[in-house]
């Protein structure tokens, strides 16, 4: 896998992007993975004391896959950010992107602009298949954000998204905007559906975040949940 230090960015920009058994491991850190066409305009801007991709002048994106397990991973002190813009965004077998807080930081968030659908596609791995997001915080510090702007969102066979905390610090917010929702199905081993929750454990004396979905269509079934909860201290 590829690995960088703390608080440094990490920019992929390109074409089509495919992540296949790969991994990313930026601790409290930005990871920006930016697909577009070719002769886009994608310029830099500061952002503090980094730097960030400026793509408004960009209108045509192309795809991002991240597949067999592969993962970007920006948990730290504070939870880093994970930036992802394309057409069509899937993540599946086992895939996952998560900026937990383990520290007194505050976590940053995952954003993906995705502007046709961003899939999340559990299944079975070995027993288990984990396809999530997830800004959890187990530290002080309070969880990041999980914003997704997309046309069809997809969370099928145990795809998750998750903004949760088990100790002080409050957990994130949960942001989507999409034209269509669809929560459907579970793990091929029956033991883990679908979910999107923002929630507290038992040890958490922090507070859970806001759930909103801002969509003309919702689908769930088989079981799935969509639920802010609290049972902490």
Do not use: C, H
Request: glycine share 16%; charged share 20%.
């Amino acid at each position: 896998g590829l690995q960088i230090q703390p608080k440094q960015n990490l920019t992929f920009v390109g074409g089509n992007i495919l992540m296949e058994s790969a991994k990313i491991t930026a601790p409290f850190a930005r990871v920006e993975l930016g697909s577009f066409t070719p002769g886009s305009f994608v310029g830099i801007q500061p952002d503090g004391s980094n730097w960030k991709l400026q793509i408004d002048r960009v209108s045509n994106f192309q795809d991002i896959a991240l597949s067999q397990s592969s993962q970007i991973n920006t948990t730290g002190s504070g939870g880093g950010e994970v930036f992802v813009t394309g057409k069509r965004v899937a993540l599946e077998d086992g895939s996952d992107i998560f900026a937990l807080t383990l520290g007194e930081d505050n976590g940053g968030g995952i954003y993906i602009n995705a502007s046709e659908s961003l899939d999340l596609i559990g299944g079975k791995l070995e027993g288990q298949y984990f396809t999530f997001l997830d800004t959890s915080t187990i530290g002080k510090g309070n969880g990041g954000q999980i914003e997704i702007s997309t046309g069809n969102l997809r969370l099928v066979n145990g795809g998750r998204i998750i903004a949760s905390t088990d100790r002080e610090g409050n957990a994130g917010n949960i942001s989507i905007a999409a034209d269509r929702v669809e929560v459907v199905g579970k793990t091929a081993d029956g033991l883990r559906a679908s979910k999107i929750s923002n929630d507290t454990t038992s040890n958490a004396t922090g507070n859970s975040g806001n759930l909103w979905i801002d969509s003309k269509n919702l689908l769930i079934r088989d079981g799935v949940q969509i639920a802010v909860s609290t049972s902490g201290k």
